[in-house]
Each structure stands twice: as C-alpha cells, then as structure tokens.
C-alpha cells in the first residue's frame, strides 16, 4: 500500500494544497495503521468496523492516545479510505460507520480543515436544483461564523459584495458586520443568479420576498428547514459530521484561534456580549497544545 499513500500524498498536495507539515502528520497516521494490519496479517480490502475499533484501542491502551489525537486519527484514515474507494481500491470506506470517541469533555465540536474541505469539494459535484443554495449555505456558514437564526433571517440589502460582508442583526438587536470569503462570495453570486429565481417562482403567496434563502417551495427558510438541508448534505454525500450550524460556527471561531486572531476580534465577529463566552474556544487549541508538547518532548513529562 506504500504506492497508494505516495498517490494520496500527491493528491493532498497538488489538488488540496496541503502543507508538507499537514502531509507528513496524515502520512504518519495512516503509516501507523498500516502497519498494524500488517502486523496483523489484515488486507486493506477486509478491514471492517470490528477491525477498526480493535485498532483504536490498541491506540488508547498501548500507544496511549488521547481521544482528541484518535479523533484526528480517525479524520486522516477517513479521508484516505475515502480516496482509496474513489479510485476502486477498496470496496467501501468502513471508517465512515465508526464514530470518533467523546472526550468525556462539554466543549463544542468542530470540524477540522480537511473535514470542511472535503465536504465543500462533494457538494459542488451536485447537479440537483438545490445544490447551489446548499453550497452557498455552506460557504457561508464556515467562512463567517453567523448563527443559525442570523442566515435564515438574511437579505438581500444586508449583503455587500464589494466589501464581502454581511450586515447582521444579532442578538440583542445588536448589529455587526460579518465578512465572509471569496469563495463564499462566489457562491452566493451564483445562487442568486441562477437558483433563487427559479425557487421564487415556486412561491404561492405573490408577494416578493427579500429573503436570501428560500425553501424548496419558495418560501423564506427557517432554523428548523437549514438543520433539514445539513442533514441531507450528510446523507447525500454519506458523510457522517453531525452537521449542525453551531458546529460550523465553532468550527469557524477555533480555525480564527489557531490562525492567532485576538480573543476580541473574535468576540466581535461572533456577535458574543461577553468575552467569557468567546473564551470557551481557548480549551479546543491549549488541548491541541498540550498533545503536540506531550509528543515532541516525552522526556519532560511529569512522572
């Protein structure tokens, strides 16, 4: 299997755009797999999810990971099965039926890069009438941070594309302005252009609507109606994130905290009234930290 993960390596690097620091830290993880089916005398065509849960806890008992270094584990083993399937050598991706272990700690979820990604990239393969909005709620959602309640309720005057930002009314009725990225932009554009007209079209009540998301009748959507659309953009492309607004949210803030954005830049983004509320993010990366320093330097660990 060596000459597919030189394959996936070049694949991550020159279609993903991956750094060689993000390349080297999958190829590991994968080698570390591999080589437990070696050991084990397992063909990557017969790994099934009891293989798979014997591995993992193989990793928490004898390697010792924590469950937030098996959940990034799991990540880079998904997206490799995922890439073996699409090139036939695999009959299915077993890693998509596993779950990633809870920490046993309330902090939010998030997404990781590759995750988000990879999602984006498999929506814009769809053809369906509702693909360009499903792809500009996405876009949107993981480049802005914006609540749930705040897309639903957006329109079309609050958005200014010649500065890529969202005038948002937030809680509290309190406004901020809410950037968002080109790519988001891009999306958007071309849901407006070319989705929302036809959607509108499908309206009962005459009256013109300046909603900029509409349901598949017409209608202004609803918090209830974009858990729906997330939900099905993970059973569509059998993706198994546990898609929900609050996870591309926090997902967004902790993306901005590893990037080194200040705490109150971030506070501001989000609409938070309190800084407290923003510092929650902090536990995701001083956890990441914490593992990174416990890898790189063994001998200094507490005995």
């Not at 036939?88 to 997404?111: I, T």
């Not at 967004?252 to 938070?272: K, M, N, P, S, V």
Request: overall charge positive; hydrophobic content about 35%.
């Amino acid at each position: 299997m060596a000459d597919w993960l030189n394959r996936y390596s070049d694949f991550l690097a020159y279609q993903r755009g991956y750094s060689e620091k993000s390349i080297a830290a999958y190829r590991a993880d994968i080698a570390s797999f591999l080589a437990y089916c070696q050991k084990e005398g397992k063909a990557i065509r017969q790994v099934n999810e009891p293989f798979i849960r014997d591995y993992l806890y193989h990793c928490l008992t004898d390697k010792k990971l924590s469950k937030r270094s098996l959940q990034r584990h799991l990540s880079a083993l998904r997206g490799y099965f995922d890439y073996l399937f699409k090139k036939g050598a695999v009959f299915a991706n077993p890693f998509r039926q596993v779950s990633s272990p809870k920490d046993g700690k309330h902090y939010p979820e998030r997404l990781f890069k590759e995750d988000v990604e990879r999602l984006l990239e498999e929506n814009k393969k769809r053809e369906d009438e509702l693909a360009l909005r499903d792809q500009a709620i996405l876009e949107l959602l993981f480049s802005s941070g914006i609540r749930a309640s705040e897309l639903v309720g957006l329109t079309l005057i609050q958005i200014d594309f010649s500065t890529s930002s969202m005038l948002i009314h937030g809680k509290g009725n309190k406004d901020r302005y809410a950037p968002f990225s080109s790519s988001a932009g891009e999306a958007l554009r071309r849901y407006l252009r070319s989705s929302r007209p036809l959607l509108l079209q499908k309206r009962k009540n005459p009256r013109p609507s300046d909603r900029v998301f509409l349901s598949s009748k017409g209608e202004p959507l609803s918090v209830r109606g974009l858990e729906y659309i997330l939900d099905s953009i993970e059973s569509r492309l059998g993706e198994s994130l546990h898609l929900h607004p609050h996870i591309l949210r926090h997902s967004f803030a902790t993306a901005l905290l590893e990037g080194g954005a200040d705490l109150r830049y971030i506070q501001e983004l989000l609409g938070h009234e309190s800084i407290n509320t923003t510092q929650v993010y902090t536990h995701l990366t001083q956890q990441e930290l914490s593992e990174q320093y416990d890898k790189y330097f063994p001998s200094l660990k507490k005995k």
